[in-house]
């Protein structure tokens, strides 16, 4: 886009808006605009843009001031029904109705967002129409706050606690890295909003009632309260007309929430805390945690500035305290909470240590200080801040979008700004503010100023220790037990029917057919007829006299380009346990004459990172090969073309001598991984239950699964105490880095088509001496052969919720019922999975869905308190397909969420290195919209014939991640039973 895009003077504001700011945004291609309601004084931030991907959100500024959840729990009831469409499920329902590329609602610490984003004019409309009506005219049914939030219902005559959030938030907090976050907001902010866990916490969500709930509502969901932001080519006018004709002509000026700053401490604080882990193996499991309170995010220069100073201290592994806390060897690896945190109102400085014991935190603290000081006391690196200055550049230049919208990316990154009332545009647009930052820093003193000011010296600081605690979970549970008994002894014959009763109005509530003629819709119809591939050009590198390919795509970049290596590799490479260890090292060891220190400044100089990854697929027609491929990778700004030289150096001549370096690399990884498991418990499930339905599965299984975690505790355990070892597992991964470079490299660039030829031409340079040639001179890698074994695993990791999965052998994805078989996924979750998991079952989330690299079907729940009847309820989604009626806009409405995941819109960059990778592993452009157009085609006989031939009547092979208290009762079903 360019300048002159924008809207017509005549068509910009609404009567009920006001014009207040308008800038062009260069960097974004963007034009910014500002406008406030008059009568609420609400804002609405647009940022027009050429983008058919119109993003939408509105958020609300929520302080709660207790741990009750009520702002969480206020999102989810929000969206069960409002005045214009007062059906029970409108949220989930217009999921199943919509080509949205988005749809979803966050709770932060300090506001409640709704986005959506879609690329088809009328659906935007249908969900701005259903987003406002949740908005600002919820309905808040008192039964639905009771299946949303909290309930008690009686289970053998016994009160129990019941609650979509209340189980979430279970699974939320048995990860230690929760616990460890809220236990340090807690000290860190002794009054303010961010004192409490605004999702809730499981203890304290029972004290939550209905009321409380709608008093909230009433309190914090009003215009003048709220902040409206949207992104892309529709016109703010038309936009306008529909907030004020729908929602904003209902209101007057209301009360606008206004963020406060936090008392603040006059000397640290030194606390010591537990948090729940199941397990008597207590050594080096202590989190030591620092954190300081800063100034507020609202000043855009001192954000921007502690940015630099974050940056500084810690951008890499050279970078001074980032450095020591890797080296000190008084924990396994840093904390999962490091760095600046500008989300709050006020900003947090983090670092620390996990893998720890508690009589290390002094000479922690004590390390941490002289640090600093050393930092303060001598000249800093123009190098180091130039390379923090360029990444900081480089993040701002590139257009993401692959995982969340590009446009929804860019409102979130201005939201904070917009809730604390400061202005969005800083944000987006900080290049003269970056200007300024230069500006400064030619006086040597003013950045060592900034750490001395806010770090060394400052009183509003927390220490806390965080030690693991084995009867925590018990204690807790003990605690929720005694509440629940002293309810039993209060209930008489009234309360106790009153409990029946409510219960079974909720299962008739929940059993009940909504009109969806109330809701609107789009259809079949409306989906585009072709899918939209990004083509390319195919050429060839001259690499020592061989000819590599080399595929170009041109893309609008706004000023990066995206260069790889593609090395396809062979099942001895593929099989191997290191190959996950080997990709991790490149870009983290030193390489030629380079240390890694040095190596990692030198990329944060030039690049936005140097990383060897993997892409694998399932071959297309037989499930027992796969395609498999190593992925050596760069970005960078157009003018750093250095960068294509040191990826190929970091890789090439990789160095192994640095042992110390690889020891922290492998404690490093094997402590993060077991951090993140109780987020990814339904992964591993489905991971687990599949495990032997084909060739890929079974190596992720075992190479990047549970099992590997064990393997990798084992060999950090042994490395640690046996230099042998080491020795030996260097040499091993010198072995495969020799086998992976004899074999033959493909070459990607992504850029901008000016830029194009310039750039291959000094890629061919690079790379010119290179062999392309296989050698024969490697042997092939011995690799262990894994047993078929298809017995129901349970695996045990701390975690309060379970995670259930069932798998059923399926077939390749080119084969005539993998359509069908797509489609059953989604048909059986919105018909029937939906409602018997999280409705009925309390789970956040479950479903069903055919893998095509895992060559199976397969069925999971999330966060779920339930174990056995989870399992029925997946067998039961078979027999309602079967037995009960079904209607003909389940099936529209199961095919067209597989066609709008399928159009859903990526990054220029990540649009052309999908459909090249997506070419390589055999899902050629015809192949793509050949099977786009047969899930056009599915019927629903289609449906019923694969059900019956592939899941009724068969065993599935089931798999569990779940609390370590489950042991016996999981060994009762039948399971065998591992843990971590």
Known sequence: MTAAFSITDKNRVHPAFELINQHYIPALSAEFLQYRHRATGALHYHLAADNDENVFLVAFRTQPMDSRGVAHILEHTALCGSQKYPVRDPFFSMIRRSLNTFMNAFTAADWTAYPFATQNKTDFYNLLSVYLDAAFFANLNELDFAQEGIRIELENDKPVYKGIVFNEMKGAMSSPSDQLYHTLAHYLYPETTYHYNSGGNPADIPDLSHQDLIDFYKSHYHPSNAVFMSFGNLPPVELQTAFEEQALKNFGKGETLKSVPEQRLTAPVQVEDVYAVDSEELAKKTYIQFAWLLPPSTDIKTRLALRLMEGVLMEHS?????????????????????????????????????????????????????????????????????AVLHQIELHQREISGDGMPYGLTLLLNGLGSAIHGADPLDVWQIEPHLAELREQLKDPAWLPQLIQQYLIDNPHRVRLTLSPDPQKSARDQAAEQARLDAIAQQLDDDKRQQLIEQAKLLEVRQAQEDDLSLLPKVGLADIPAELHIVEGQTTSLNLAGQAAPFYQYAAGTNGLYYQQVLIQIPDDVLQSPLLGIYTSLVGELGASEMSYLDIQQAQALVSGGLHLGASFRSDIQDSDKTSSYLVLATKALNEKTEALGLLKTAFEQLRFDEKDRILELLQQRKARWQSRLSGAGHSYALQTASRHMSALARRDYYNAGLPALVWLKNLVQNIEQDDVALNQLIADLQQLHERVLSLPKQFLLVAEQEKMASLSEQLAQVWQQSNNELSNQTQALEVAEHPVENSDIAWLIQA???????????VPVNHPDACPLMVLGPYLKNGFLHRALREQGGAYGGGASYDGNACAFRFHSYRDPRLSETFKDFAGSIDWLLNEKQEPHQLEEAIMGLIASMDKPGSPAGEAITACHAMLHGRTPEFRQQMRSKLLEVTLDDLKRVARQYIQSKTPVRAVVAPYAKSSELQELNFKVEQI
């Open 800 to 810: 309060n919720v379970q995670f259930c999965a069932a798998a059923y052998p399926a």
């Open 318 to 386: 050279a970078s001074p305290l980032r450095q020591y806390l890797e080296t000190c060897g008084l924990g396994e690896s840093t904390s999962p909470i490091m760095g600046l945190d500008d989300s709050n109102f006020e900003m947090t400085f983090f670092c620390g240590l996990q893998g720890s014991e508690a009589d290390k935190a002094d000479e922690l603290e004590a390390g941490i200080f002289k640090v600093l000081q050393e930092v303060v006391s001598n000249p800093i690196d123009s190098n180091q801040i130039e």
